[in-house]
C-alpha cells in the first residue's frame, strides 16, 4: 500500500542506527548456522547451561531466548519458574523473538536456506516442532501468542530500523494456527480514531498484546504521536484508547496493561519509561524502574513484570512490580523473551 512511501529519507545519524540495527541481527545468523558467540566458550560467572529436552507442557517452567557466549547462545532454555537464575536445559531452536502459551509457540528467527539475511515466523507445537513457516519482510522485532495458542502475532522492523530512530517502518502479521488464515499487515485493518475512520499513509502499527481471540491492544504510530489502539480480529478494526503508548502488555486478568511511554526531557536514544494503565479507570502509575526500557514486558503473574535489559553477558532479565511500588530486581543473567508455561 501507499504506506511503504513512508520510508522516509533518513538523517545520517538515523542511517547509523539503521546499519548498526541490520549488522546487529545479521551478526546472530550466518544462513541459520551457528554464529562467532556460540563458537566461544562459556564465560566465567554465566548461567549453567546443558542440552536437553524442553517443551511448552512442562511444570511450571519460563523458557526463554539464552544470551550466554557458548554453545547454547540464542538457543531457547527452560528453568524451574521459581528458580529463574538456575540451571538452564537448551533445546537445539534459536529464536531472535519468541513466546509461547497454552502449549504453542512463536520463533522468530533467521531462515535455514537463506541466501543473504532472512527471517521466517515458526508456528512451533508442545514439543517445539515447526508446524507451519511465513517469511518475514524485515528485522524481528515482537512476538506474541494469543492466550488459547490460537492466535500468533509477529512485528518487524521494513529496512532493519529502530523504535528510537526518527522515521521507521513496521509491518505486523497475525495468523490463526487453527486456519492458517494470516493477516500479512495489520495496516489493512480500519483506523478508528475520535470515533471517525482515520486514514494517514504513514500508519504504523506494532506491539500486539492479545486479551482472546477476537480483541487484543497494540500501538498506532502516525504524525510524529503513538497511541494505544483496541483491536478487533473479526471486524478487522482498530480503535485509539489513548496517547503516548508503546508496546502494551495485558495482564492476566485483563485489567491492567504496562507499556513503555516516552517522557519529555529525555535522552532521545533513551526516552521510554515503564507504565501501568488500570483499563477501567484509565489511570496511568508510573512503575519504579527508572532506566530506560525499549522492550515489551512480560507478565510473570498477576503483580510482577519482567523485561530486558543490556547486562555483562547479554541482556538480562529484570522484574518490577506492576502497581508502582518496590524496585527493579535482577532475575536471570544473559536472558531475553521469556514466557511461563505449566
Known sequence: ???????????????????????????????GGRAGDRDQGERPGGPGVVAGTVTLAGHKQMI??????????????????ADPGGRRVAAPVRCLRFHAAAGAGVCLRGADDAVGESYVASIL???????REFPLAG?????????????????????????????????????????????????????????????APD????????????????TVATKGRTYLVRGDVAARTLTTVRPNVECPSLSPDGTRLVFKKRVAGLSP?????????????????PLAESRSVDDQVVWADGDRVLYGLAGDFGDDLWSVPADGTGAPARVALAALNPAFVG
Open 1 to 31: 500500500m501507499a504506506s511503504r512511501a513512508r520510508l522516509l529519507t533518513l538523517s545520517a545519524a538515523a542511517a547509523a542506527v539503521v546499519a548498526l540495527t541490520v549488522a546487529g541481527a545479521a551478526s546472530v545468523w550466518h544462513g
Open 64 to 81: 526463554f531466548r539464552n544470551m550466554t557466549w557458548g554453545p547454547f547462545r540464542d538457543d531457547l532454555v527452560s528453568v524451574d519458574a
Open 125 to 131: 507445537d508442545t514439543g517445539l516442532k515447526t508446524l
Open 139 to 199: 528485522v524481528p522485532s515482537r512476538a506474541r501468542m494469543s492466550p488459547s495458542g490460537h492466535l500468533a502475532a509477529w512485528t518487524v522492523f521494513v529496512g532493519g530500523d529502530a523504535y528510537a530512530s526518527s522515521a521507521f517502518s513496521t509491518r505486523t502479521s497475525i495468523v490463526d494456527t487453527r486456519t492458517w488464515t494470516l493477516t500479512p499487515n495489520l495496516e489493512s485493518y480500519r483506523v478508528i480514531k475520535d470515533g471517525r475512520t482515520y486514514r
Open 203 to 218: 500508519v504504523n502499527v506494532w506491539g500486539v498484546t492479545f486479551a482472546d481471540d477476537r480483541r487484543f491492544y497494540a
Open 269 to 285: 536514544d533513551a526516552p521510554w519509561r515503564l507504565y501501568a494503565l488500570d483499563l477501567r479507570t484509565m489511570r496511568e502509575t
